[in-house]
């Protein structure tokens, strides 16, 4: 099981207080990795509308990621990547019953403050928008609120899980439609668990020192997540998803679930499209299943998608080297 | 005496933990059974005793109704096997239920639990708690409530009895052989009430 334990002492975002005689407490590493917990085998569908919002939700999204412009858009249109309009990030969460989340640049500790302060549901510190801070991620146990980070290696999933993510999503590309690299990376950290998990089962600690100083992260959460062979926290696959099929195979890699952005909304069969997409994830291992999800869209009207060779921007790369 | 089958509904939300936990009370309880992930009508056709999970109420009543589980789901639980909903499934049991913000949602429910849900009862995320819950009508006098975006219990029928409140919300109802309750036992190490979900299933069969 994933331990859901692993509060640092004094973390700000635990706060402890008395509603009437009872004593609660919030903001703790099994509240906030908890709540990653229920979203598992579900869908999170990027939004920029209400409307959107609520195609999402009819189709069984289990959470809405809103944004101000979709990944394959912020690739257009250049410029700097902000966080979403609070009003249309409040305007969602009036209007549909499951979780919104919303993205923050990486870094940049007052947006994360202001969704904190908005009551999203979880926020994502992602390399969809312009960095604000190259060399440092968010202090993410300062908040009551849960993160998702993107990671690409398992090095880079421990460092953001070190800084306080509940939640992990392994990077594709996103806006591309091509979802390579998003197979490429779960498989990538699925090797590295596996070889660390060797290490632990051969009892050789010199070797997880040795990783520990090598991913830059703690020997204790190297260890633990080498005892329990997986990431320590939920981890859903991101980046380039396009169609039903897509989807059922990262649930087969092994993913929690399926983060979708562009493929939903930038293709012309969206209501369609979200419900098979929701289908595929929900029913990977009947092949039957996805067969039907995958008849319920048109190819024709999936987004055109990006060669990744080409592109000028790597959104991917940006926060992974620290 | 038989093995007893008790089934974690695999269609959305945190089934692991669940299993891992009934798992541990059938051995502390020393019955002989097993436990198994089910999504498909055959699947749930075997089963002695059934558990729904956390995680969103709406995709767990969508997907249940696309392969038809949620019917035999519901023609078990009639035919008297014990089901135990935790948050999501607790919503799911009940007969009516509205979000505390948005109001009426069209969602499939079994339609079988006597009560009307408040979801997001508490609040958001960022709202949710623990806190220590009592539990005296089955006998557990302190657990400690995970409540993440739970729902409450607004309204109880007749035949429900309530086994927990906090600050006055119901978090926690029997109804026959139904349990639910509005937090997440398999988010802790407390194993108690599952372990008196597997008796209540291992004295039926």
């Known amino acids: ?322 | 005496m038989s093995k007893i089958k008790i089934g974690i509904l695999a269609v959305q939300g945190d089934v692991t933990e669940n299993f891992l936990a009934t798992m541990a009370s059938m051995s502390e309880l020393g019955i002989d059974g097993a436990v198994v992930q089910v999504k498909t009508v055959e699947q749930i056709s075997s089963l002695d005793g059934l558990i729904i999970p956390g995680g969103e109420s709406t995709v767990i009543g969508q997907m249940s109704l696309v392969n038809g589980a949620i019917k035999k789901i519901k023609e078990k639980i009639e035919s008297g096997m014990p089901v135990f909903g935790i948050c999501a499934g607790m919503v799911f049991l009940s007969k009516n239920s509205q979000d505390r913000v948005v109001g009426n949602v069209d969602q499939p429910l079994l339609d079988i639990l006597d009560v009307k849900i408040e979801r997001n009862s508490f609040g958001r995320q960022k709202d949710s708690f623990e806190a220590k819950i009592s539990m005296e009508p089955i006998g557990i006098s302190s657990f400690n409530g995970v409540f993440i975006r739970a729902p409450s219990v607004s309204e109880t029928g007749s035949d429900v009895e309530i086994l927990a409140k906090f600050n006055e919300k119901i978090v926690a109802v029997k109804q026959g052989n139904i349990l639910a309750t509005a937090f997440h036992p398999e988010l802790t190490r407390d194993i108690s009430l599952h372990k008196s979900f597997v008796k209540l299933v291992d004295n039926q069969s």
């Open chain 1, 1 to 322: 099981m994933i331990p859901l334990s692993g509060d640092i002492p004094n973390s700000k975002g635990a706060i402890c207080e008395n509603v009437d005689s009872n004593s609660i407490v919030r903001g703790t590493s099994t509240l906030k990795r908890g709540f990653a917990h229920m979203l598992k085998n579900g869908v999170v569908m990027d939004v920029t509308t209400v409307e959107q919002a609520q195609i999402a939700e009819e189709a069984g999204a289990v959470s809405v990621m809103v944004l101000d412009k979709l990944p394959s858009d912020v690739r257009k249109v250049g410029g700097v990547a902000r966080t979403a309009s609070i009003r249309i990030i409040e305007e969602i969460m009036d209007h549909v019953t499951i979780p919104v989340m919303a993205k923050c640049r990486i870094g940049h500790m007052y947006e994360a403050k202001v969704l904190d302060e908005t009551n999203v549901d979880m926020i994502d510190e992602s390399e969809v928008l312009t960095p604000a801070d190259e060399y440092r991620h968010i202090w993410k146990w300062d908040y009551t609120t849960p993160f998702v980070n993107g990671a690409r290696s398992l090095a880079e999933a421990l460092r953001r899980v070190e800084e306080g993510a509940a939640m992990i999503r392994t990077k594709g590309e996103p806006g591309t439609g091509n979802v390579a690299e998003a197979i490429y990376h779960i498989k990538k950290v699925n090797e590295e668990l596996r070889a660390i998990k060797s290490i632990y089962d051969s009892d050789d600690k010199q070797d997880l020192v040795k990783m520990a100083r090598e991913f830059k992260v703690s020997y204790d959460l190297v260890e633990e997540t080498a005892r329990i062979g997986r990431l320590p926290v939920v981890n859903f696959a991101a980046g380039g998803i396009a169609t039903p099929a897509d989807a059922a195979y990262l649930m087969s890699l092994g993913c929690d679930g399926i983060f979708v952005g562009s493929g939903i909304f930038k293709a012309e069969d969206a209501q369609e499209r979200a419900r098979a997409v929701v289908l595929a994830t929900t029913f990977w291992e009947e092949p039957d299943k996805v067969k039907d999800a995958q008849k319920m869209i048109d190819e024709r009207q999936s987004l055109l998608g990006l060669d990744i060779k080409n592109l000028e921007l790597k959104m991917q790369d940006r926060g992974s080297t620290v």
